[in-house]
């Protein structure tokens, strides 16, 4: 099986700031890697899909970049809205697609 | 506009069986890939299941042989039936539609999600 690891598992932030989230996966898997958003109380929302394409309707703060086992999620301005977890998935082996373990954002 | 509405879970004992549904509209059901992704409370998220539009279907080991997932495309319907259930099946269980892009098309993700359902099994 892929796993997925992401770094670091939180982090606090002031808003303005420049933040960056990694991904990391045990083989590679070329581009098919996709971010999500999940807000507290709420259902994951698609941020990223295939790597670096932005989903539709969502802010272009925020950008994702990588390929092959390296992946990257960058928010070039913080904003008090995106406290929340976000997670990593791989979707190349679609016989068990797998998440990483989510990466906290605070609000400093 | 797209939704996706679950329903169906509850408190059920250790053993026992559970059979949620993932109500679907705005699109064309029988032309998506839907999935099934729990969550334990606090924790991370757990991809559960998959059914194609040919019908075909996967599960990790965690849960193969326990769950089945199989859709109504006539009634817009997803279903998850739940099997020996364990106290570690407890979760919140999502719908999810997949679509497909990037390279030639081909890379899929999880373009709308339904609020999710909880199942808390417990004796």
């Known amino acids: 099986d892929i796993q997925m690891t992401q770094s670091p598992s939180s982090l606090s932030a002031s808003v303005g700031d420049r933040v960056t989230i990694t991904c990391r996966a045990s083989?590679?898997?070329?581009?098919?890697l996709n971010w999500y958003q999940q807000r507290p109380g709420k259902a994951p929302k698609l941020l990223i899909f295939?790597?670096?394409s932005l989903q539709s309707g969502v802010p272009s703060r925020f950008s994702g970049s990588g390929s092959g086992t390296d992946f990257t999620l960058t928010i070039s301005s913080l904003q008090p809205e995106d406290l929340a977890t976000y997670y990593c998935?791989?979707?190349?082996?679609?016989?068990?697609?797998?998440f990483g373990q989510g990466t906290k954002l605070e609000i400093k | 506009e797209v939704q996706l509405v679950e329903s169906g879970g509850g408190l059920v004992q250790p053993g026992g069986s559970l059979r949620l549904s993932c109500a679907a509209s705005?699109?064309?059901?029988?032309?998506?890939?839907i999935h099934w992704v729990r969550q334990v409370t606090g924790k991370g998220l757990e991809w559960v299941s998959v059914?194609?539009?040919?019908?075909?279907?996967y599960y990790p080991d965690s849960v193969k042989g326990r769950f089945t997932i199989s859709r109504e495309n006539a009634k817009n319907s997803l279903y998850l039936q739940m099997n020996s259930l364990r106290v570690g099946d407890t979760a919140v269980y999502y719908c999810?539609?997949?679509?497909?892009?990037?390279?030639?098309?081909?890379?899929?993700?999880?373009?709308?999600w339904g609020q999710g359902t909880l199942v808390t099994v417990s004796s």
């Open positions: 998935q791989q979707s190349y082996s679609t016989s068990m697609y797998t």
């Open positions: 705005g699109f064309t059901f029988s032309s998506y890939d």
């Open positions: 999810a539609r997949a679509s497909f892009g990037g390279f030639r098309g081909l890379i899929p993700y999880f373009d709308y």
């Open positions: 295939a790597a670096s």
């Open positions: 059914i194609g539009t040919a019908g075909d279907t």
């Open positions: 083989q590679s898997i070329s581009t098919y």
